[in-house]
T-cell receptor, first 114, second 113 residues
Framework: NAGVTQTPKFRVLKTGQSMTLLCAQD?????MYWYRQDPGMGLRLIHY???????AKGEVPDGYNVSRLKKQNFLLGLESAAPSQTSVYFC?????????????FGPGTRLTVL | TQLLEQSPQFLSIQEGENLTVYCNSS?????LQWYRQEPGEGPVLLVT?????EVKKLKRLTFQFGDARKDSSLHITAAQPGDTGLYLC?????????????FGGGTRLMVKP
């Protein structure tokens, strides 16, 4: 099993450009999450999904959109990138509720917005 | 103000030393998890604690959940260079927020050979 994979691994954008980050998991997990990690701030939840076709806002959703059209994929979109969105983005998945079940993380995408 | 305060933020020690890192809050949690993150990788779960006063051991790592379920500590005995990484605590508040984990800022540990 590959676990949780993310593409791309690195990306540099100019302000105002758009892009989509792809997350895929092969563990048949219902729950999927997108986090961003900034120095000294741990991980902050952007959006999450509790099943195919459902999404919900996390702690810092502004400027991002998500879609879960297939159970194994969770896409994170930036419509108009801003320098404040420079960060490392992690996708995670779990079998059940956060805290009760282990979250499995991908290797991350390092995004720089100039 | 962050929900979870982790201390210290940075810790550099020699191989063989013992250390304790802390995760504190004024809120009560239904569960608390500890993750370790190595450079260039995503976090990996170490342990989940759910009962106040609970102590769990994982080889040289000892985790304790406070009696009131507001804080936790991680003690490492005889640290090794392989313990180097970012240690993160994470909690769920339960109820309507039960689907979300909230992370602390982390303790960055470096163990020198």
């Amino acid at each position: 099993n590959a676990g949780v994979t993310q593409t791309p691994k690195f990306r540099v954008l100019k302000t105002g450009q758009s892009m989509t980050l792809l997350c895929a998991q092969d563990m048949n997990h219902e729950y999927m999450y997108w986090y961003r990690q900034d120095p000294g701030m741990g991980l902050r939840l952007i959006h999450y999904s509790v099943g195919e076709g459902t999404t919900a806002k996390g702690e810092v959703p502004d400027g991002y959109n998500v879609s879960r059209l297939k159970k194994q994929n969770f896409l994170l979109g930036l419509e108009s990138a801003a320098p404040s969105q420079t960060s490392v983005y992690f996708c995670a998945s779990s079998y059940g509720l956060a805290g009760a079940y282990e979250q499995f993380f991908g290797p991350g995408t390092r995004l720089t917005v100039l | 103000t962050q929900l979870l305060e982790q201390s210290p933020q940075f810790l550099s020690i020699q191989e063989g030393e013992n250390l304790t890192v802390y995760c504190n809050s004024s809120s009560v949690f239904s569960s608390l998890q500890w993750y370790r993150q190595e450079p260039g990788e995503g976090p990996v779960l170490l342990v989940t604690v759910v009962t106040g006063g609970e102590v769990k051991k994982l080889k040289r790592l000892t985790f304790q959940f406070g009696d009131a379920r507001k804080d936790s500590s991680l003690h490492i005995t005889a640290a090794q260079p392989g313990d180097t990484g970012l240690y993160l605590c994470a909690v769920t508040l339960g109820g309507n927020a039960g689907n979300m984990l909230t992370f602390g800022g982390g303790t960055r540990l470096m163990v020198k050979p």
